[in-house]
């Protein structure tokens, strides 16, 4: 966008909100398609259920209710309270009626051929949701279908609600009643699994309702979170909680037997505070600045709020008392999706001290300005978050087993044509073992995935990668985490001797190469059997029972040995070949076994071999394939030649050739596409002469105009990204090449851009102003993460969040009061290990 078009939309903007002061309390459709008033933004199918793991709690009829997304789901849904596998409806069409008000779904289950339409039409201050039927609700879902719609718990626990008059409480954990079922009446739930292990009762419970009426208003006592629905017909409430911990409040009427045209119509009428103008979201650094950076706030405003001139910045004294310290003017930067949006540089104050923002009424929390803050930014991810993240270990903290050691009881192979829940599958068997065998030695090292507990390949690759890289480069000598892979037990906080860097190389190692020995490749991943234990929470030990599994003993049954039992609970590897993936294991443990080389030469060896013979098995694998389809030869032939490959090659083993092919590929792909090969070419910089670096100059310029051009883009100045996993991952790479950049090249990219990453990660971003590092230096680091412990709305120090999610068509959101939507709130084993990645580079050259 460029600055007169900025000037343009922003003066429409005030022109806008000037027009719509005073507007209609109707709910009217907007140019976006949602109902709009002040206060009420009333969703139709704008996101629909095709996230990726079904039932995502961003789709459907959606309520954001004074800035805050508190209604989701609603739908016709098979069950009373819907868990995240159970069927979703596909979205057949969406119909806007602009003249009529109103939206119309068909939605769809293809798994029962039942079609259903629901029209949600602006009526005044209300909507109406009416289901409409052509054909009568299926015989074999009659009291199962019915219209769902989904209230956030964090939003509505403790507040009161009334059902036809009646007083009561939403509860704050739940604690209703439930029945038990015969399997037989349960609607199959996603591809056949099932979410419950109904431990050989062949029952399955399902949650009564906590209230059933026809009129409802829920928090009355809350003129921000008010609803008030009525219906033609009975409708119940419940708590999802019952069944599983990220379960929402549900309000639900089934479905009439038998009936066909409008069958269901609810009124649905939610509170808008008269006048209500969503308070300033001041955006800054809560880990603070360094006394010479810039320093620029980005205040996020409601489009109907007048910017202010000029903002201040306090100073709080060592005898607690405060003086204004900087004043200054407020620029406007304009527009962006929902929201507009004005900066406040206070980059002139340069002295160092606490000090907070004024913005109008709205006082930050505190921050400091002083040369040290950044110091500690990668401690916590490094000492705590990865160390309890290793798999096959106990993890002790001070008096606090984080987790036993996990599966003890190993891998097996899984089952052909097994398709899996966690986007994985299994093909035709490809290894010497029959199904469901044990693969001995696969219970040794690795990393959690993330907030489930699997041995995700692809990642543990990424993750070991970026350990060397991290390792070489930087040689972070940092002992804080005593490690002992013969007791299999870590404990933090611990120093050992070792630095922990070497020894979580190791631990990632460890796992890969007993997959390329005892598999014969990489797998896909080592993952959960049954989903009744996937969506486990608490202590990872705890998902299986430890023992091997014997299907000649009755479930649940324990050998007299005690060695076996019968609870089908095994951990199953999913070895389907990928060429790509052993091209990519090649590269990491070549990698690998140079960093070892020296503290564990017998793994550096077996790495070293296993790299050697897996790059030349999948190469041939590949040219195979290609003779036999020769179009995909181009292709898969890259795949086995990409330039990180070489270059990482060339560094583990010296040998010349590989970097020949290096400096060969290179300039070719720098013209295709600098910005993204240029991260790839600084990494050779220290490998070869200044000719090769000084060449890259015309690169890193084109580079620059790319890092620029976010300021124009979005008024925090790095990528935003608008995707179903949240952008933090991005503006993590970006403030890493920005920082290599910053180093090898300080006259052409300053370190501005790589300032701007810290900004946007500790604070300055949309919907809230907390950190999205987990407990790392800041007064208001974000509370709840969706790690292991996500039940306990905690979080793991030193998580990095994937942050603040885009919903459509202009949303951007990240709960702090609930953890459970991964992709706002899940970190990752490679997300995390690449922050530290950035964290060392960007220290590296803010020290300079
Ligand atoms: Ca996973
Ligand atoms: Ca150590
Ligand atoms: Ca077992």
Redesign the pocket.
């Known amino acids: 966008m460029n600055k007169t078009a900025i000037l343009t939309l922003s003066l429409l903007a005030v022109l806008a909100a000037g027009c719509r002061t005073g507007s209609s309390p109707d709910l009217k459709l907007n140019d976006l398609e949602y109902f709009e008033r002040q206060g009420v933004n009333v969703l139709v199918y704008n996101n629909t259920f095709s996230g990726g793991f079904n039932d995502e709690k961003n789709s459907g009829i959606e309520i954001i209710h004074h800035g805050v997304r508190t209604v989701q789901g609603g739908a016709i849904r098979l069950c009373n309270t819907p868990e995240q596998w159970d069927l979703v409806p596909t979205t057949v069409s969406r119909d806007v009626n602009a003249a009529d008000n109103s939206v119309e779904v068909a939605l769809r289950y293809e798994d029962y051929d039942f079609d259903s339409r629901i029209v949600v039409t602006g009526k005044g201050p209300a909507v109406e949701i009416a289901v409409y039927l052509d054909k009568p609700v299926p015989k074999e879902l009659e009291g199962d279908a019915g219209l769902n719609i989904e209230f956030l718990p964090s939003q509505y626990w403790g507040k009161t609600y009334m059902m036809d008059g009646r007083l009561n409480r939403f509860p704050r954990y739940s604690a209703s009643e439930t029945v038990a079922r015969p399997n037989t009446e349960k609607v199959k739930q996603f591809k056949g699994y099932r979410t419950y292990d109904d431990r050989g009762t062949g029952e399955f419970v399902d949650p009564l309702p906590m209230e059933t009426g026809r009129a409802i208003t829920l928090a009355p006592d809350d003129p921000e979170r008010m609803i008030r629905i009525t219906s033609d017909s009975e409708f119940s409430l419940y708590d999802g909680r019952i069944l599983a911990q990220n379960g929402w409040f549900v309000l639900r009427t089934v479905l009439p037997a038998g009936q066909t045209g409008k069958v269901v119509s609810w009124m649905v009428e939610p509170n808008a505070i008269d006048g209500w103008i969503r308070e300033p979201n001041v955006g800054y650094s809560q880990v603070g600045y360094q006394p010479g950076q810039p320093k620029v706030a980005v205040i996020e405003l409601d489009k109907l709020d007048k910017p202010r001139a000029t903002a201040s910045v306090w100073r709080i004294a060592e005898d607690g008392s405060e003086k204004q310290a900087f004043s200054g003017k407020v620029s406007e930067w304009g527009p962006y999706y929902k929201y507009n949006y004005v900066k406040f540089d206070f980059s002139e104050l340069t002295t160092p001290g606490i000090y907070y923002i004024k913005y109008g009424d709205v006082r930050t929390g505190n921050f400091l300005i002083d040369d040290s803050v950044y110091d500690k930014i990668t401690d916590a991810t490094s000492d705590v978050w990865i160390p309890i993240h290793m798999n096959h270990m106990t993890v002790n903290e001070g008096y606090r087993i984080w987790h036993g050691e996990p599966f003890k009881e190993g891998y097996l192979q899984a089952p052909a044509n097994t398709d899996h829940f966690d986007l994985h599958s299994q093909g035709v068997i490809d290894t010497k073992y029959k199904a469901l065998e044990l693969i001995p030695g696969l219970n040794v090292g690795g990393f959690f995935d993330a907030g489930d507990f699997d041995i995700e390949t692809g990642s543990n690759i990424s993750v070991v990668q970026n350990l060397v890289t991290l390792w070489e480069v930087f040689k972070p000598m940092r002992?804080?985490?005593?490690?002992d892979e013969d007791q299999r037990y870590v404990d933090l906080h611990r120093?050992?001797?070792?630095?922990?860097v070497i020894?979580f190389i190791e631990h990632g190692t460890l796992n890969l190469v007993a997959q390329a020995e005892n598999i014969g490749h990489m797998s896909q991943t080592l993952s959960n059997s049954v989903l009744d234990n996937y969506h486990h929470l608490g202590d990872a030990a705890a998902i299986t029972d430890g023992l091997h599994y014997d299907p000649r003993l009755k479930p649940y049954q324990k050998s007299a040995d005690g060695k076996s039992s019968g609870t089908p609970d095994d951990m199953w590897a999913f070895t389907t070949r990928n060429p790509g993936l052993d091209i990519r294991a090649a590269t990491m443990f070549a990698a690998a076994s140079h960093a070892l080389e020296g503290y564990n030469d017998a793994l550096a060896a077996r790495a070293l071999a296993a790299s050697k013979r897996l790059q030349k098995e999948a190469n041939e694998i590949l040219s195979a394939r290609a003779s036999q389809n020769p179009g995909a030869n181009g292709r898969m032939r890259m795949a086995g030649n990409d330039l990180g490959t070489n270059l990482q090659l060339y560094v583990a083993t010296g040998d010349k050739s590989y970097l020949d092919r290096f400096e060969s590929q290179i300039w070719d792909a720098l013209e295709r596409n600098a910005t993204n090969t240029i991260s790839t070419a600084m990494d050779a910089i220290p490998h070869l002469d200044k000719e090769y670096r000084d060449k890259l100059v015309p690169y890193v310029e084109k580079y620059k105009e790319y890092l620029d051009s976010f300021e124009e883009e979005n008024p925090y100045g790095v990528p935003i990204g608008l995707g179903n996993w949240a952008g933090s991952g991005s503006v993590v790479s970006f403030g890493t090449t920005a920082s290599f950049a910053a180093k090898y090249f300080p006259e052409i990219i300053d370190k501005s851009y790589a300032y701007k990453a810290t900004n946007y990660l500790f604070g300055c971003h949309p919907y809230h102003n907390y950190s999205l590092v987990a407990a790392v230096g800041a007064a208001r680091p974000k509370a709840v993460f969706y790690g292991n412990n996500r039940a306990d709305f905690s979080f793991i120090p030193g998580n990095v969040a994937p942050g603040v999610l885009f919903r459509h068509p202009d949303h951007f959101e990240n709960y702090d009061d609930w953890p459970f939507l991964w992709g706002q709130n899940e970190g990752t084993i490679a997300g995390n290990t690449g922050y530290l990645i950035f964290g060392q580079a960007f220290m590296n050259i803010v020290r300079q």
């Open positions: 002992d804080e985490t005593f490690v120093p050992d001797g070792i630095p922990d020894q």
